[in-house]
């Protein structure tokens, strides 16, 4: 299995611009996670999907912040308008169960926002 | 509030020794305990999970303790080698309301010296 896949790897965008990350769960997991992390403060989990419905994303900042599950293969989260910070390391995360099990972590994709 | 503390922030060892990696949660109810590894430019990758009921578990090298009456968790790396060198984040699982919830600790980054 290719694990949890991440894209694009880094991304560096100006302020005001659309970013749209993507993500691809490792296939029969059908919980997946989308996680911030910053230095001050560590990983912050942003929005979770379980059957490719969203259960809890009190963990989105503001507006600007969106993310979709179309179908089990596929998620995005998607910025817009992005700021400076923004800038972080966003991870995609799943697991095969509803709860309590191991977390498998994507590679990331490291954002910056000039 | 529920919180993850861990200690020290950061730490330098030479290679072939032995360190000891504290984390301190207030998490409360407590469901498990996970450390989980992050070499630079990756996602974490699960080391242990340890319930209520367990004191000890051991992976490799790697040992873990926890003391659920104190609140306090920690991670034993033995005969260190160059590999090791990476972020250990201690993350807790409880509840919030009805829904499981993960707290992240901010980690420890050890660096392995030849």
């Known amino acids: 299995d290719a694990g949890v896949i991440q894209s694009p790897r880094h991304e560096v965008t100006e302020m005001g611009q659309e970013v749209t990350l993507r993500c691809k769960p490792i296939?029969?997991?059908?919980?997946l996670f989308w996680y911030r992390q910053t230095m001050m403060r560590g990983l912050e989990l942003l929005i979770y999907f379980n059957n490719n419905v969203p259960i809890d994303d009190s963990g989105m900042p503001e507006d600007r912040f969106s993310a979709k599950m179309p179908n089990a293969s596929f998620s995005t989260l998607k910025i817009q308008p992005s700021e400076p910070r923004d800038s972080a390391v966003y991870f995609c995360?799943?697991?095969?169960?509803?709860?309590?099990?191991?977390?498998?972590f994507g590679p990331g994709t490291r954002l910056t926002v000039l | 509030k529920n919180q993850v503390e861990q200690s020290p922030q950061s730490l330098i060892i030479l290679e072939g020794k032995n360190c000891t990696l504290q984390?301190?949660?207030?998490?409360?109810?407590?469901?498990?305990l996970r450390w989980y590894k992050q070499d630079t430019g990756r996602g974490p990758v699960s080391l242990t999970i340890m319930t209520f009921s367990e004191n000890t578990k051991s992976n490799g090298r790697y040992t873990a303790t926890l003391d659920a009456d104190t609140k306090q968790s920690s991670l034993h790396i033995t005969a260190s080698q160059l590999s090791d060198s990476a972020s250990y984040i201690c993350?807790?699982?409880?509840?919030?309301?009805?829904?499981?919830?993960?707290?992240w600790g901010l980690g420890t980054s050890l660096a392995v010296n030849p």
């Open positions: 993350v807790v699982s409880g509840y919030a309301g009805n829904n499981r919830k993960l707290i």
């Open positions: 296939s029969g997991h059908n919980s």
């Open positions: 995360a799943s697991i095969p169960g509803t709860g309590g099990d191991t977390q498998y």
């Open positions: 984390c301190n949660y207030t998490v409360s109810p407590f469901s498990n």
